[in-house]
């Protein structure tokens, strides 16, 4: 009998947050601190002529201003992957909102005060705010020289192409057989483009960091999904060991990607080490806008078929527009393309993704990581195809969609789902086949869609550490690395020594995450936590048990492998103790404990696209029914998702995650969209950012959440909350096909687009 695993046990920290005793970073206040403020470009692209801030340093109450004239030497640059973003502008500004100064200050009013008597000149040039515009021939550099050449780590994964003197500062190629070949020999051919717009994370929690320079050790208190690598890049640009600088992280508001990495941490730590005291930077929902966003995409994608239907060759030529530095680009743009081809049975494969600069916000993870873009155009195209060759769009995805066992690419682990049951599923679910109900409204079409996607899941977080402890009085500790955001992993990580040392979880403590105490772990993101840091933990678990029935064999005089445990106690031929009187027999006075530790990585391999395999396939399918009014407004009446968890640890955040990952989607397909004018983002607030609201979800939504045991986690786990997000558009846009007969093939899908794209099927656009 399970005593954690499976349950739907309370989220260890609900309690603090619900009362509102939950420390965030913006909660916390140190002696002496002050608070930090940032000047920013009101530029897409020039350069910095004139930097004069003796008015605002003279202020009272202004304790630091850091300009290019101060900032510290060495490595004022900072990147995930390529190093091209400094702490504040040097030479010049790449989109409007680019760092020129920060103060630090008594008090927010006179930080405000101070920026406002900050003097700089610039001298503007030409603006590429757009990938054709920086693609151009002649185009300049946004970067003087590709910072992409410099980076040693630049290249990290397979089949990476070089361009030194262009604005692409990442190509990533991967093919098998041969496509031009295998177009040749198809019956038929569609080519077709995509567009995905850019979109926001909006976590509820804007960018917060805490940072306390002393000198000779930092520490820096920050809402990051990679508190490990923010150490090891603080350390990098500022001199030190990084056994002198500590992250400590807080309860964290919302991640979706948006908090990987290194943010305004060095921004603030630059200042703490000007002002020589703690200083807090909190950014506005509006500067949050301009720190990260989710890249737009264009996506053309050829595929060759048989009349039957059978896939023959699929090309794809996907352009990410990654704004002004690089930050996670290069990882979302070699997801995508590698992700491309979708889950399909198809000899010949060429893809080519494609990160660009621009003088725009920059882009990067998001939930999803460029699995939405993708798969918006492969299952847009599959419905196409059906509709031309007569073939019901279920029946066609049947047909061609990879078994369970199937190699998705040599080198990769193989597909651990049914998705062809599944997708029968989802099918079942909304009724596929079956008329809709008749309309009373004049005007009004009704329409079904249907999608399928995955991605293989893990990311680039490909070692986890972690560390249990029994303490003398019976009770656990776990110590791990994965930041807990909202999507309840701790919790389910704790069930997870709850269920090995059969302890029951109000007995296990989660021990706050620290990098002067927490194992090492690479961050939180593409769903990794509950397989990688999974797997980690249950081997901590295991030893520490192992440790603690060797003890109770000493006790009892006999076998460990006929030890029971049950509720915290040891039993064995009649003879039963509690863990504290096992830990006590042995330690006596001393108080000792015992301390299991487990390690999980993921073996590099030389035949697999990425450099390593997957973790695990996350996947997501979805069916919509939607109603399409003859002025392009569409409205979502019934939508159907479906994934596998493999085995769900904790069954209620599974369906939250779940249920959270399809609003987003549904979010991007319907309604959200960064939209830009002459370079400046015109929408960067929640009243003119559409996010999706109650009136927005459909009246009927129903998540299926199978357990099909395939995954590498736990008890047959998978990670889960990324898998919705992947067919909403492309199910969505497929139902409004349905309804209209009107293909569109730009999402969101704004009441605009839509009715242009009724215009000009009846001919009626422009009068």
């Known amino acids: 009998?399970?005593?954690?695993?499976?349950?739907?046990?309370?989220?260890?920290?609900?309690?603090?947050?619900?009362?509102?005793?939950?420390?965030?970073?913006?909660?916390?206040?140190?002696?002496?601190?002050?608070?930090?403020?940032?000047?920013?470009?009101?530029?897409?692209?020039?350069?910095?002529?004139?930097?004069?801030?003796?008015?605002?340093?003279?202020?009272?109450?202004?304790?630091?201003?850091?300009?290019?004239?101060?900032?510290?030497?060495?490595?004022?640059?900072?990147?995930?992957?390529?190093?091209?973003q400094p702490i504040v502008a040097l030479d010049k500004v790449r989109y409007i909102g680019d760092v020129v100064a920060a103060v630090a200050a008594s008090d927010?009013?006179?930080?405000?005060?101070?920026?406002?008597?900050?003097?700089?000149?610039?001298?503007?040039?030409?603006?590429?705010?757009?990938?054709?515009?920086?693609?151009?021939?002649?185009?300049?550099?946004?970067?003087?020289?590709?910072?992409?050449?410099?980076?040693?780590?630049?290249?990290?994964?397979?089949?990476?192409?070089?361009?030194?003197?262009?604005?692409?500062?990442?190509?990533?190629?991967?093919?098998?057989?041969?496509?031009?070949?295998?177009?040749?020999?198809?019956?038929?051919?569609?080519?077709?483009?995509?567009?995905?717009?850019?979109?926001?994370?909006?976590?509820?929690?804007?960018?917060?960091?805490?940072?306390?320079?002393?000198?000779?050790?930092?520490?820096v208190w920050s809402g990051t999904q990679t508190p490990f690598p923010l150490r090891q890049e603080i350390a990098r640009m500022f001199g030190l060991p990084q056994s002198r600088v500590r992250v400590i992280v807080p309860y964290v508001g919302g991640g979706y990607g948006a908090k990987s990495g290194v943010k305004y941490e060095a921004l603030t730590v630059a200042l703490s080490r000007?002002?020589?005291?703690?200083?807090?930077?909190?950014?506005?929902?509006?500067?949050?806008?301009?720190?990260?966003?989710?890249?737009?995409?264009?996506v053309t994608i050829t595929t060759g078929v048989k009349n039957d239907g059978t896939f023959v060759a699929r090309r794809c030529e996907v352009y990410f527009d990654g704004g002004a530095y690089a930050n996670s680009g290069p990882t979302v743009t070699e997801r995508a393309g590698y992700r491309a081809h979708g889950p399909y049975r198809i000899p010949h494969v060429k893809t080519d993704a494609y990160c660009v600069y621009t003088n725009k916000v920059p882009g990067g993870a998001f939930r999803g990581f460029g699995g939405p873009q993708v798969s918006f155009a492969y299952e847009s195209q599959a419905d196409t195809i059906?509709?031309?060759?007569?073939?019901?769009?279920?029946?066609?995805?049947?047909?061609?969609?990879?078994?369970?066992?199937d190699l998705y690419t040599a080198g990769n682990i193989p597909i651990d789902c049914d998705l062809k049951t599944?997708?029968?599923?989802?099918?079942?679910?909304?009724?596929?086949?079956?008329?809709?109900?008749?309309?009373?409204?004049?005007?009004?079409?009704?329409?079904?869609?249907?999608?399928?996607?995955?991605?293989?899941?893990?990311?680039?977080?490909?070692?986890?550490?972690?560390m249990v402890q029994i303490l003398i009085d019976g009770s656990g500790l776990l110590f791990l690395g994965s930041v807990e955001m909202g999507q309840g992993v701790r919790t389910a990580l704790m069930q997870v020594v709850a269920e090995e040392l059969s302890l029951p979880p109000a007995k296990i403590q989660v021990a706050p995450l620290d990098s002067a105490s927490t194992p090492f772990d690479r961050g939180t993101h593409a769903s990794s936590a509950i397989t990688v840091m999974g797997q980690a933990v249950q081997a901590a678990a295991r030893d520490a048990r192992a440790q603690l029935l060797a003890l109770a064999a000493e006790l009892f005089e006999a076998p460990a492998e006929r030890m029971k445990l049950a509720d915290g106690r040891v039993s064995c031929g009649g003879k039963e103790a509690s863990f504290a009187e096992i830990l006590r027999r042995h330690f006596g006075d001393l108080e000792g404990e015992i301390t299991g530790r487990g390690r999980y990585k993921v073996e590099r391999r030389d035949d697999a696209p990425l450099g390593y395999p997957a973790t695990f396939w996350e996947n997501g399918l979805a069916a919509a029914e939607v109603e399409v009014d003859e002025t392009g407004a569409v409205?979502?009446?019934?939508?159907?998702?479906?994934?596998?968890?493999?085995?769900?640890?904790?069954?209620?955040?599974?369906?939250?995650?779940?249920?959270?990952?399809?609003?987003?989607?549904?979010?991007?397909?319907?309604?959200?969209?960064?939209v830009y004018s002459a370079?400046?983002?015109?929408?960067?607030?929640?009243?003119?950012?559409h996010l999706p609201r109650f009136r927005d979800l459909p009246g009927k939504f129903h998540s299926i959440?199978?357990?099909?045991?395939?995954?590498?986690?736990?008890?047959?786990?998978?990670?889960?909350?990324e898998g919705g997000t992947l067919a909403a558009a492309a199910a969505i846009c497929n139902a409004v096909y349905d309804a209209t007969g009107v293909r569109v093939y730009h999402v969101p899908l704004t009441s605009q687009r839509v009715w242009n794209a009724l215009a000009e099927k009846s001919g009626k656009r422009g009068e």
Not at 132 to 148: F, K, S, T, V, Y
Not at 279 to 287: D, G, S
Not at 706 to 721: D, H, L, N, R, S
């Open 274 to 298: 000007l002002a020589q005291r703690p200083v807090r930077l909190r950014v506005t929902a509006e500067e949050t806008f301009k720190t990260l966003s989710d890249p737009s995409a264009k």
């Open 108 to 219: 927010e009013r006179i930080a405000d005060q101070a920026l406002a008597a900050i003097e700089v000149e610039y001298e503007e040039l030409p603006a590429l705010l757009d990938v054709d515009a920086a693609l151009a021939q002649g185009a300049a550099m946004i970067h003087d020289e590709n910072p992409a050449r410099k980076d040693p780590r630049y290249g990290y994964g397979a089949s990476v192409v070089r361009h030194d003197a262009t604005n692409i500062f990442y190509h990533f190629h991967y093919e098998r057989g041969d496509v031009e070949r295998g177009l040749k020999e198809s019956d038929r051919v569609f080519t077709e483009t995509y567009y995905l717009a850019g979109a926001q994370h909006y976590p509820m929690e804007s960018h917060v960091s805490v940072a306390d320079d002393r000198g000779e050790e930092i520490t």
């Open 422 to 466: 599944e997708l029968k599923s989802v099918a079942g679910a909304i009724g596929w086949g079956e008329k809709s109900a008749p309309l009373q409204k004049p005007g009004v079409r009704r329409g079904k869609g249907i999608a399928c996607a995955v991605k293989d899941g893990g990311g680039v977080n490909k070692e986890a550490n972690a």
């Open 705 to 721: 959440i199978v357990e099909e045991g395939g995954g590498t986690g736990p008890f047959g786990a998978k990670g889960i909350g």
């Open 679 to 689: 370079g400046q983002l015109v929408n960067p607030t929640v009243m003119d950012y």
């Open 386 to 405: 059906a509709r031309a060759l007569s073939i019901d769009a279920v029946e066609l995805r049947l047909k061609n969609l990879l078994d369970r066992g």
């Open 1 to 84: 009998m399970s005593v954690a695993v499976g349950k739907s046990v309370p989220r260890i920290d609900g309690r603090e947050k619900v009362t509102g005793r939950a420390v965030y970073a913006s909660d916390l206040k140190l002696p002496n601190m002050a608070h930090g403020k940032i000047l920013r470009s009101s530029y897409a692209h020039a350069k910095v002529v004139r930097i004069d801030a003796r008015r605002a340093e003279a202020l009272p109450g202004v304790f630091a201003v850091l300009t290019r004239e101060n900032l510290m030497s060495g490595a004022p640059f900072y990147g995930t992957y390529i190093k091209d």
């Open 635 to 674: 409205k979502l009446l019934n939508y159907v998702s479906l994934t596998d968890a493999g085995k769900m640890i904790n069954p209620g955040h599974c369906l939250g995650q779940e249920e959270g990952s399809v609003l987003f989607g549904i979010g991007h397909a319907l309604h959200e969209e960064l």
